[in-house]
């Protein structure tokens, strides 16, 4: 029986965390299961089924997986899990990544991701848009039906192979919040391996319940665009990429500015000074 491990990184209220947890056991998947709860928010008491790793410090989602990952060790098997915790598997998930990360060369695998109504999509892969430095997500039927390559899988649910992950070095630390998956994506590309959407990987995501993605807050805004040109390569095209979304953030937040959010646009400021002061900074080095 294969043995995977599953990170499950906790922020916020305690509920949708339980439910994530509680869909990890509750798939039927003829797989050995561990399972560790990062606790960002240190509110987590004791959980069935799970160990529960306090992180007094909130090193964000990407580090959280990071930390999850090294208290799982070696004795997990060869199959990392990483979730949110306002995500819920559906059944069979666990199996189908332990078949698809058997294929050759596959780093990372995900599948479709579900609004709560189990029958709209919020994602189904992606791609990189390189001119823009930006991800298109697919949300097309027809496409979340048919297994293949992608160039982008979201980081809500997703199923690593442990010795891609360990080779790149996992997730990068500085990212806090969003892009994290991007940039640990492309890494995995650069060192030769592949990025797989099943449609049987499949999941429900309860969206933005601790950020607030959903309504578009400050707090969501301003941590969306300060790691925005982080993953790309070489320095000038983060140059190149620092004018575009320069031009982006003036006509968006000139937008939040017209319709009286002027929070939303001074969130949208502040993230992008602090992407704009960091610029050096780029993907870290594979090898």
Known sequence: MARVGVV?????????TWRCLRSVWEDPSPVDRRVVVVDNSRNLPALDGAHV??????????????????????DSGQVLVALNPDVELLPGFLEAAVRNLERPKVGAVGGPLFFPDGRSLWSAGGA???????????????????????????????????????RVGGFDPRYFMY???????????????????????????????????????????????KTRLRPFRPLAFRLWLALV??????????GFFLRGQREQ?????????????????GPLPVN
């Open 128 to 166: 990189v848009l390189w001119p823009l430095g930006v991800v298109m997500q697919y949300r097309s039927l027809a496409r979340a039906w048919r297994s293949r390559p992608v160039g982008f899988l979201p980081g809500a649910a997703l199923a690593f192979r442990w010795e891609a992950f360990s």
């Open 265 to 281: 646009a001074r969130a949208l400021w502040r993230g992008h000074w602090a992407a704009l002061v960091s610029l050096p900074q």
């Open 245 to 254: 979304h320069s031009l982006y953030v003036a006509f968006r937040s000139l």
């Open 53 to 74: 790793l306090p992180c007094p410090d909130n090193p964000g989602f990407g580090e959280g997986v990071n930390r999850g990952a090294r208290f799982l060790g070696g």
């Open 179 to 225: 892009h994290e998956d991007l940039d640990l994506g492309l890494r995995l590309r650069r060192a030769g391996w592949k990025l797989w959407y099943s449609p049987a990987v499949a999941a429900v995501h309860h969206l933005g319940s601790a950020t607030g993605s959903h309504v578009f807050s400050s707090f969501y805004l301003e941590h969306m665009t």
């Open 8 to 16: 499950i990184v906790h922020y916020g209220d305690a509920e949708p």
